[in-house]
């Protein structure tokens, strides 16, 4: 079926330190893949995005890479900071209507 | 301002009430969702709509239903109420002009019940 596998579930790392995410993908003819992150109490937002024919796409401190042969795609966050600290959650667009299936999240703690 | 809307915040009910969650956007999007959320946990797709008239029943059966007969609303309700309910529930919309379109949030019903 259609599912989208995320991992860690739970990131910690030192402030200033990288962070990494990781999603994998079941269908093959998917060709959009956001990111949201989640703060505490909030609601989920956007914060980048790639398309299938883009195998990297960056944003400031954020990063975002596609590798299509092996139906995964990842976040990278430089230099996190205490803002950083969210849930952050991947998706990929499936199926004829163009469902956005969701990875399951990932807790990022930024340690002081 | 554009946006989507959803009341109440917070709502305390007991067990077996019937209520409706609502859910408004402003923005014209033609899809709108339905997502139950623990707390920082994962998002489970409860209903879908892709336009007026238009409802499916997506993963998680929470024993709810919903209506689509406007364009920018989109209630959610739970018959007879029970504590496995106790949850967030968050609504969302997004266009429908193809595969590359953003999902809007609501700020989330934080629901318990008693």
């Known amino acids: 079926g259609e599912n989208v596998e995320q991992h860690p579930s739970t990131l910690s790392v030192q402030e200033g330190d990288s962070a990494v995410i990781k999603c994998t993908y079941s269908d093959s003819a998917s060709n959009y893949f956001p990111w949201y992150k989640q703060e505490l109490g909030k609601r989920p937002q956007l914060i980048i995005d790639?398309?299938?024919n883009v195998g990297e796409k960056k944003d400031q401190r954020i990063a975002v890479t596609l590798n299509k042969t092996a139906k995964h795609f990842s976040l990278h966050i430089t230099e996190t900071q205490p803002e950083d600290s969210a849930v952050y959650f991947c998706a990929a667009s499936m199926g004829s209507n163009y469902q956005l299936i969701w990875g399951a999240g990932t807790k990022l703690i930024i340690k002081p | 301002e554009a946006d989507i809307y959803q009341t109440p915040r917070y709502l305390v009910i007991g067990t077996g009430k019937k209520i409706t969650l609502e859910c408004s956007q402003t923005m014209g999007h033609d899809k709108m969702y339905w997502y139950q959320q623990d707390p920082g946990m994962e998002l489970h797709l409860i209903h879908y709509?892709?336009?007026?008239?238009?409802?499916e029943k997506g993963d998680l059966s929470s024993e709810s239903t919903v209506s689509r007969i406007r364009t920018e609303h989109f209630p959610l309700t739970l018959e007879s109420a029970r504590p496995s309910h106790t949850s967030q529930y968050l609504c969302a919309s997004s266009e429908s002009r193809g595969p590359d379109t953003e999902a809007f949030f609501g700020q989330g019903t934080r629901l318990t019940v008693v």
């Open positions: 709509s892709y336009g007026v008239n238009s409802t």
């Open positions: 790639i398309r299938s």
